[in-house]
């Protein structure tokens, strides 16, 4: 791992700066943190100062309480701070609402820790913005060339049509509670979708959240009719765990989907029961990845979590070195 082990390296805790006496979204508690984005194995409670954007401090607030560190910092995107004598940088990374890639810069070093991101279109948050380094550390948890998303705006026409053939029946459509279901509804949106969209319980708050912070959701209304045979055709967005459960028996012969690159896999879908996958991804697919890495050319490419095997081999070919960090407590996606 280089003499960049100087400006960070891999502890049980997670990736550590020395210099800056920092760690970047760690796993367990430590005195000073800096967080790419709001999802819980990302941004976890307890830590002394979290460094984040606000969009990820309001997140981290909403779900872990005011009190989820000591102290916090917010940071702009683009904004210079100064930690030890190393610069961090926050940049938009593409994947949810407030989420960031890290930048390190000390002495000559530009180190990039993409954190979770994608490069797809998202109505829902900037679009990720390549940084030149030195040291590339990506994430991979889609990282086989099996994986090569749809365009998700297609996705959400098969949908919509699957809406009008079935008039008398529920649409559930299982979402992750931050990004995944406000960028379904925001893309239902943009395909000119403009009737009432039903929610579980579960997202209400990281919708009022995104609306709060502008993005437009248009209208939404609590899914909580009991009646037998509720809301038939009309779409309800709901956690992945609900589209299965004795929950979704209340709507009308509901047709169960769900939205999320994993629907790729086949053996997946089905374990869930899902009879209309979706393949709607926040993370970078396979071309996504390497068109990164590609662009980038560090010196040195490190990978967090996921499937890391397909791009150490892709980045020996293309004469990038490259290590699999293999951090453990980062999760597949969140549920
Ligand atoms: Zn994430
Ligand atoms: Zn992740």
């Not at 990720?128 to 948890?141: G, I, K, M, Q």
């Not at 365009?151 to 559930?172: G, I, W």
């Not at 071309?287 to 050319?297: F, I, M, N, V």
Request: hydrophobic content about 45%; glycine content about 8%; proline content about 7%.
């Amino acid at each position: 791992m280089s003499g960049f082990r100087q400006l960070l390296r891999n502890t049980p805790e997670g990736l550590y700066c020395p210099p800056g006496d920092f760690h970047i979204d760690p796993v367990r508690p430590v005195p000073h943190a800096v967080i790419t984005h709001g999802h819980s194995d990302h941004a976890r409670s307890g830590h002394g100062t979290v460094l984040a954007t606000s969009e990820t401090l309001a997140i981290m607030a909403a779900r872990h309480g005011e009190d989820f560190a000591a102290g916090s910092q917010a940071a702009r995107y683009g904004e210079k701070i100064s930690r030890g004598g190393v610069g961090v940088t926050l940049v938009p990374a593409g994947h949810v609402l407030g989420s960031a890639q890290a930048v390190l810069r000390w002495k000559d070093i530009t180190a990039v820790i993409s954190g979770d991101y994608k490069r797809r279109h998202d109505p829902t948050c900037p679009p990720f913005e390549p940084v030149a380094c030195n040291l590339f550390v990506s994430e991979a948890t889609f990282g086989l060339p099996v994986f090569h998303f749809p365009n998700a705006a297609d996705e959400v026409a098969r949908l919509l049509k699957s809406v009008a053939l079935f008039p008398q029946r529920t649409h559930l459509v299982g979402a992750y509670a931050l990004g995944k279901a406000q960028r379904i509804i925001a893309l239902l949106r943009q395909a000119g979708y403009e009737r009432t969209l039903y929610v579980h319980g579960a997202l209400a708050s990281m919708n009022a959240l995104y609306q709060a912070h502008g993005v437009a959701l248009g209208r939404l209304a609590p899914a909580t009719d009991a009646a037998r045979n509720a809301l038939p055709g009309e779409i309800v967005i709901a956690p992945p765990s609900a589209i299965a459960d004795k929950w979704a028996r209340r709507f009308a012969d509901p047709i169960p989907a769900f939205a999320s690159g994993w629907m790729m896999v086949r053996a997946r879908a089905r374990q869930r029961h899902v009879e209309l996958p979706l393949v709607v991804s926040d993370h970078a697919d396979w071309d996504e990845l390497t068109l990164t890495a590609g662009e980038l050319k560090p010196e040195e490419l490190w990978i967090t979590h996921g499937n890391e095997e397909a791009l150490l081999r892709w980045a020996a070919l293309n004469s990038i070195p490259a290590t699999a960090l293999e951090i453990a407590g980062y999760e597949d996606e969140e549920e």
